[in-house]
Structures are given as C-alpha cells and as structure tokens.
C-alpha cells in the first residue's frame, strides 16, 4: 500500500511514464509515507480514446489516482496530493501546442476490508 494509477492521454508528447512512476515511488518513500519502497505499486496506462472539454482545442491529461488506506489526516492527504502533483509537473516534458491538465486524486481505501498477501520467490 499505497496503490498509484498514473493515466494520461496518448497525446502527451515524450512523457517517459516508467521514470514518472519511479520518482512518484521515490517521493512516497522519501516523504516517510511507507515504511519500506517495496510498499508502493504504480502502474501507468496511456489512454487513446479519451477527450477534454468538448475536443475542440488541442489539451491533453495526466491524473494519478493514490490509494491509500484509511487513517491519514486530511492534512497528510493533502500534502501527499501537493506532493506528487509537484513530482508529475516535474516530469512532464514541455508540450508545444497543447495544454495539459495534472491532477491527483487521493482516495481511501478502507483498512478493515483490505487484504494482501506477499508471496516470496523460491
């Protein structure tokens, strides 16, 4: 735990999405939000059907979803938000041409009803 879903439109240009994942991993750790790296799973998905507003002007997306178990304070949420929508504007290359909304969304998961279980490589 957590869970990031990273998504964005295909339109972005030269967005390397495995170094964005890595540096949102990074700042999770960093940031004393998990106890060991190992903790956080991302994933990211390009989107190729997909529109903004109304399609009539060149825009583009890039929204992680954080999953986070229940318990944080609003407070640590919103500094999590702060902080991982300040790692993706960090890494989204200049665009030319298209405007791109970033964005994070924090949703809590509830710990009664979470399961994991880690099984080890033999």
Do not use: W
Request: proline residues 4%; contains cysteine.
């Amino acid at each position: 735990m957590p869970h990031i879903h990273l998504e964005y439109s295909d339109n972005l240009q030269n967005l390397q999405p495995e170094k964005v994942l890595k540096a949102i991993n990074l700042c999770m750790f960093d940031g004393g939000y998990v106890s060991a790296a190992s903790d956080v799973k991302s994933r990211a998905v390009a989107q190729s059907v997909y529109m903004v507003g109304l399609g009539e002007e060149p825009q583009a997306y890039l929204h992680a979803k954080v999953s986070l178990l229940s318990g944080r304070s609003n407070e640590m949420k919103q500094q999590i938000s702060q902080q991982i929508l300040q790692v993706l504007q960090q890494n989204l290359p200049a665009q030319t041409g298209l405007t791109v909304q970033v964005c994070v969304e924090i949703i809590e998961m509830p710990k009664e009803s979470y399961s994991k279980a880690v099984i080890t490589a033999r």
